[in-house]
């Protein structure tokens, strides 16, 4: 199967920059796949596409700040008109160990950035490069004699995409978080989730609808780009999830399963292949590629935004709801004026 089937072409004006004022004005998009059809809607009706009894999946991951910059050290910082000289950009991805605290991070520049170089950031933060990888990868070890956690939380940023063309704001903080986020881990929001508000909730629960939280820390496995010419030959990068024996107990009743977000998605999937015919409660890491083929064995209607091309984010909604139906969708959208990726507006699948 080719990456290239899964191409659109998507004006550069619809790619959302900011979030709307109120999470819940999105506009969403809802797809009926048995009958190959969609409606123009607002995301506050999303309710009434619920049944009671319904098992509503979200992933609770917490976005870290983990866009740090540093120097080189011993090199100082100098401006001049081509360039400012040993500054260094580190996006944590996962963490490798706690004691040494070492973490697999993607650097820039990278070149420059061989295996013993030190790099210093702000309140004596220092790392040093242990393990180089291809396309940036390092694996850095860091000298945090606190909580790293905190210190990071004070001297990162909010690693928006790199679509988004502005640096992060005081409010990011709180928007590229969901409502319901409680586990940090994450490097990028799980994004169909930054539509909901507490009030809309409150309002699907009393609709009879459970709420089910499981975790999955979004890392490379979900937005690293494809770079192969055949989807099959793409690698997936391992990240981690849980899943406590209460979601998995509640996840047992047969009643339909409603994942938001591919993170949900993948999770879910992953455990019942290991489940022996269930979701499997526990944790572990995940490197479950889903494009069109996959046979689906727990999620039944799905909540996602609007993907990049030739992303595996598309795969994944393709293999839900088939390709040709969801480029369709797709095109229906750009022609509406949808607001695309993270902070845009997202789709219904039932």
């Given amino acids: 199967m080719r990456v290239s089937d899964f191409h659109f072409d998507l004006p550069a004006g619809l790619i959302a920059q900011q979030p709307l004022e109120r999470r819940d004005d999105s506009r969403m998009l809802v797809v009926d796949r048995a009958a190959g059809r969609w409606q123009d809607r607002c995301f506050r009706g999303l309710a009434t596409y619920l049944r009671a009894g319904d098992r509503l999946v979200l992933n609770n991951t917490r976005v870290l700040a983990a866009r740090l910059f540093g120097r080189r050290a011993g090199i100082l910082a100098t401006t001049?008109?081509?360039?400012?000289?040993?500054?260094?950009?580190?996006?944590?991805?996962?963490?490798?160990?706690?004691?040494?605290?070492?973490?697999?991070?993607?650097?820039?520049?990278?070149?420059?950035?061989g295996v013993g170089e030190k790099i210093q950031f702000p309140e004596g933060l220092?790392?040093?490069?242990?393990?180089?990888?291809?396309?940036?990868?390092?694996?850095?070890?860091?000298?945090?004699?606190?909580?790293?956690?905190?210190?990071?939380?004070?001297i990162g940023h909010t690693p928006l995409p790199p679509?988004?063309?502005?640096?992060?704001?005081?409010?990011?903080?709180?928007?590229?978080?969901?409502v319901y986020a409680r586990e940090a881990g994450s490097v990028a929001a799980p994004t169909a989730g930054l539509h909901f508000t507490p009030e809309m909730l409150a309002e699907i629960e009393r609709h009879g609808v459970a709420r089910v939280e499981?975790?999955?820390?979004?890392?490379?496995g979900t937005f690293q780009p494809v770079r192969t010419l055949t989807v099959e030959e793409h690698p997936m990068?391992?990240?981690r999830y849980e899943i406590s024996p209460q979601a998995a107990a509640g996840l047992a009743s047969g009643q339909?399963?409603?994942?938001?977000?591919?993170?949900?998605?993948?999770?879910?999937?992953?455990?019942?292949?290991?489940?022996?015919?269930?979701?499997?409660?526990?944790?572990?890491?995940?490197s479950l590629f889903i494009y069109p083929g996959f046979e689906f064995h727990v999620v039944e209607a799905l909540l996602t935004n609007f993907h990049l091309p030739e992303s595996t984010l598309l795969m994944l909604v393709c293999a839900f709801a088939g390709r040709e139906l969801i480029l369709e969708a797709y095109a229906?959208?750009?022609?509406?004026?949808?607001?695309?990726?993270?902070?845009?507006?997202?789709?219904?699948l039932l």
């Fill in 332 to 348: 229906h959208a750009i022609r509406e004026k949808y607001r695309f990726f993270s902070y845009g507006d997202c789709m219904l």
């Fill in 256 to 286: 339909r399963v409603v994942a938001v977000g591919t993170s949900s998605v993948r999770t879910l999937e992953h455990a019942f292949l290991r489940g022996d015919g269930r979701v499997a409660p526990g944790g572990g890491e995940t």
């Fill in 237 to 239: 990068h391992p990240e």
């Fill in 126 to 154: 220092e790392g040093k490069v242990v393990e180089r990888g291809v396309y940036g990868l390092r694996v850095i070890e860091f000298n945090a004699n606190e909580d790293f956690l905190e210190l990071v939380d004070r």
């Fill in 214 to 220: 499981i975790t999955l820390h979004v890392g490379l």
């Fill in 80 to 113: 001049s008109r081509k360039q400012i000289s040993g500054l260094v950009e580190v996006l944590l991805v996962k963490q490798v160990s706690a004691e040494p605290q070492r973490w697999e991070t993607l650097v820039r520049p990278g070149r420059k950035l």
């Fill in 163 to 178: 679509y988004i063309k502005r640096s992060d704001e005081t409010g990011d903080r709180e928007r590229y978080q969901t």
